[in-house]
T-cell receptor
Framework: GAVVSQHPSRVICKSGTSVKIECRSL??????MFWYRQFPKQSLMLMAT?????????EQGVEKDKFLINHASLTLSTLTVTSAHPEDSSFYIC???????????FGSGTRLTVV | KNQVEQSPQSLIILEGKNCTLQ??????????LRWYKQDTGRGPVSLTIMTFSENTKSNGRYTATLDADTKQSSLHITASQLSDSASYIC?????????????FGKGTKLSVKP
């Protein structure tokens, strides 16, 4: 089956520092990776779409300079939260489609806490 | 407006009992509908995928139904187990356009008590 490995699962960082989250597709090539943010008791909100070899597409209201996305290879996409602030504390999840509109596989999520 | 509404927001049942979760949507054009199970602090895991022509689909103790005319879906859980405690998310995929056209419901938080 399709597996997306997401690391780290949990990270605590100080305000002003940067945090990198990685998502790797283990048994398929992910030319596209979606990055979501989820607040408690809320649904997943799409932040951006990364495409291998090209610039990421950001949703309205998401600061591209704050949430840096890199999709350097067909199996790796990264999200870097720069100059993190406590309000960036959230649950971040990646997802890769496999085969058209079928088979979206989600990573296990990263709980980011900024203190 | 493309929306996915789930009910109830939360549900508590005793182990061994059955339950049914509801999902109403206004997404158009419709491609398919998925139910996901999300354990606390984990990413969603797919339970079922239903296309326009499918009315019922089962996956073990999970049975999903879809009425494309009324734009309603349900997820029925039979003989619940403690491990079923999680959030269940209904996701509707819009047809065509970007592959990012996933419309998420807010989920139903299910708690199964012994």
């Amino acid at each position: 089956g399709a597996v997306v490995s997401q690391h780290p699962s949990r990270v605590i960082c100080k305000s002003g520092t940067s945090v990198k989250i990685e998502c790797r597709s283990l048994d398929f090539q992910a030319t596209t990776m979606f990055w979501y943010r989820q607040f408690p008791k809320q649904s997943l909100m799409l932040m951006a779409t990364s495409n291998e070899g090209s610039k990421a597409t950001y949703e309205q209201g998401v600061e591209k300079d704050k949430f840096l996305i890199n999709h350097a290879s067909l199996t790796l996409s990264t999200l870097t939260v720069t100059s993190a602030h406590p309000e960036d504390s959230s649950f971040y999840i990646c997802s890769a489609p496999r085969g058209g509109d079928y088979g979206y596989t989600f990573g296990s999520g990263t709980r980011l806490t900024v203190v | 407006k493309n929306q996915v509404e789930q009910s109830p927001q939360s549900l508590i049942i005793l182990e061994g009992k059955n339950c049914t979760l509801q999902c109403n949507y206004t997404v158009s054009p419709f491609s398919n509908l998925r139910w996901y199970k999300q354990d606390t602090g984990r990413g969603p895991v797919s339970l079922t995928i239903m296309t326009f022509s499918e009315n019922t689909k089962s996956n073990g103790r999970y049975t999903a139904t879809l009425d494309a005319d009324t734009k309603q879906s349900s997820l029925h859980i039979t003989a619940s187990q403690l491990s079923d405690s999680a959030s269940y998310i209904c996701v509707v995929i819009k047809y065509g356009g970007s592959q990012g056209n996933l419309i998420f419901g807010k989920g139903t938080k299910l708690s199964v008590k012994p």
